[in-house]
């Protein structure tokens, strides 16, 4: 079975310029998460989709970053502009739904230097 | 919410080494907890879970047991391989549904 596919695999963009990272998740999960790891902590989810609906976006700084999970099935986030802050691994992960006990499989992330 | 705290590292063993990475968990309720491994250039992979008070998850000779009296869920190796080395984050889900709170990890390096 194919896993959670992320491109880029790296980024660097000077501060003010935009990026966006693409996410493929594994075949029939419904439910797609964007996770941002700052280096030396732990992953911080930015938004979870259900199929092409947002279930959370509460922790997404709205004003910079955006995501769209069109047809329910990949999606993209967007950055514009970038901060210097904004460097981090954004990591996409997918679940087959969002059930507490419901396994997420994680992709290898998109590791973004802004500089 | 729901948080986690993992001692910090990096931690570095011996091979054949036991091993011991302490995680206290504050929720509501008793929500599953779970160990995610992130090996050098590689995503986050599920390691164990366990999903309910006193029960224990076990995966490659790794296990945790959730105990509610002290809130903790440490994960334990009787032997640890070089192949081990990587960094470890406990975690559980908060706000309902599997949307994951994670601890800030802890690099584990295991020398020969």
């Known amino acids: 079975e194919a896993g959670v596919a992320q491109s880029p695999r790296y980024k660097i963009i000077e501060k003010r310029q935009s990026v966006a990272f693409w996410c493929n998740p594994i075949?029939?999960?419904?439910?797609l998460y964007w996770y941002q790891q700052i280096l030396g902590q732990g992953p911080k989810l930015l938004i979870q989709?259900?199929?092409?609906?947002?279930?959370?976006d509460s922790q997404l700084p709205k004003d910079r970053f955006s995501a769209e999970r069109l047809k329910g099935v990949d999606s993209t986030l967007k950055i514009q502009p970038a901060k210097l802050e904004d460097s981090a691994v954004y990591l996409c992960?997918?679940?087959?739904?969002?059930?507490?006990?419901?396994?997420?499989?994680f992709g290898q992330g998109t590791r973004l230097t802004v500089v | 919410g729901n948080s986690v705290t993992q001692m910090e590292g990096p931690v570095t063993l011996s091979e054949e080494a036991f091993l011991t990475i302490n995680c206290t968990y504050t929720?509501?309720?008793?929500?599953?907890l779970f160990w995610y491994v992130q090996y050098p250039g590689e995503g986050l992979q599920l390691l164990l879970k366990?999903?309910?008070?006193?029960d224990k998850g076990s995966n490659k000779g790794f296990e945790a047991t959730y105990r509610k009296e002290t809130t903790s869920f440490h994960l334990e190796k009787g032997s640890v391989q070089v192949s081990d080395s990587a960094v470890y984050f406990c975690?559980?889900?908060?706000?309902?549904?599997?949307?994951?709170?994670f601890g800030t990890g802890t690099q584990l390096k295991v020398e020969l």
């Open positions: 992960a997918s679940s087959l739904e969002g059930g507490q006990n419901t396994e997420a499989f």
């Open positions: 075949s029939g999960h419904a439910t």
């Open positions: 989709f259900q199929n092409n609906g947002v279930v959370d």
């Open positions: 929720a509501t309720g008793y929500p599953s």
């Open positions: 366990a999903t309910k008070a006193d």
């Open positions: 975690a559980l889900p908060t706000g309902g549904g599997n949307k994951l709170t």
